[in-house]
């Protein structure tokens, strides 16, 4: 069984910093996706990054250049550092991870939901202007 705790949300003021991570029991589980998505009340959860298992990351238009997704193999810990966060950046943030082929961490694959079935309880990041 697969199990995903998320930590590190907050409250920052626009133009701060936050790094969030997820730790992550694998159980012998190979995951070749690890992503994070976000949500907020009434939408729908979208994608924000994802890294594949040669490390290779993906990003969200709205987040290129701001965030930064990185893990830890050998502790088995997924990172998202956010800089130049933005009040539209607040909503609660999750990790997911899946076990499909590695082109479902692709471009036109990650952001899809589906495909994931191990997600964490979530951790809040809200950005004050």
């Known amino acids: 069984q697969v199990q995903l705790v998320e930590s590190g949300g907050g409250s920052v003021q626009a133009g701060g910093s936050l790094t969030l991570s997820c730790a992550a029991s694998?159980?012998?589980?190979?995951?070749?996706?690890m992503s994070w998505f976000r949500q907020v009340p009434g939408k729908e959860r979208e994608g924000v990054a994802a890294i594949d298992q040669h490390g290779t990351a993906r990003y969200a238009d709205a987040v290129q250049g701001r965030f930064t997704i990185s893990k830890d193999n050998a502790k088995n810990i997924l990172y998202l550092q956010m800089n130049n966060l933005k009040p539209e950046d607040t909503a609660q943030y999750y990790c997911?991870?899946?076990?499909?082929?590695?082109?479902?961490?692709?471009?036109?694959?990650?952001?899809?939901?589906?495909?994931?079935?191990?997600w964490g309880q979530g951790t809040q990041v809200t950005v004050s202007a």
């Open positions: 694998l159980n012998k589980f190979s995951p070749t996706c």
């Open positions: 997911a991870v899946h076990g499909w082929g590695g082109v479902y961490c692709y471009d036109s694959y990650w952001p899809d939901r589906s495909l994931y079935n191990n």
